[in-house]
């Protein structure tokens, strides 16, 4: 069974960066296609980025657009997320996801409906 722990989540000034890790237990995560999704308070979780199993793949939501970028290690079973030029709308907690099979293409596949396994989720917030 897949197990994600999420970390380096904190608090940051705006336009400091942080990085996420997403490391995975119990299976290797090759054969999982990851995300990373945020809710930010009285708002419902949205999609960050997305990438496939093999990595040649990746979307970003509009809103972090050449901010972020998302990267996986296999061998480490292990995905992150760098966050640049962070703002105070990026705050929220941060979620790894994760869905088995591989696909060509993550283009809309990054929603919350259709990843099955979660992490417990890194606080990030972005404060002067």
């Known amino acids: 069974q897949l197990t994600l722990v999420e970390s380096g989540g904190g608090l940051v000034q705006p336009g400091g960066s942080l990085r996420l890790s997403c490391v995975a237990s119990?299976?290797?995560?090759?054969?999982?296609?990851v995300g990373w999704f945020r809710r930010a308070p009285g708002k419902e979780r949205e999609g960050v980025s997305c990438?496939?199993?093999?990595?040649?793949?990746?979307v970003y939501a509009d809103s972090v657009k050449g901010r972020f970028t998302i990267s996986r290690d296999n061998d480490q079973n292990t995905v992150w997320l760098e966050m640049n030029s962070l703002k105070p709308e990026d705050s929220g907690v941060y979620y790894c996801?994760?869905?088995?099979?591989?696909?060509?293409?993550?283009?809309?596949?990054?929603?919350?409906?259709?990843?099955?396994?979660w992490g417990q989720g890194t606080q990030v917030t972005v404060s002067a």
């Open positions: 990438i496939n199993s093999s990595g040649e793949s990746i």
């Open positions: 996801a994760a869905i088995f099979g591989w696909t060509r293409t993550v283009q809309g596949l990054c929603v919350e409906r259709r990843f099955d396994d």
């Open positions: 119990g299976t290797t995560l090759s054969a999982y296609v």
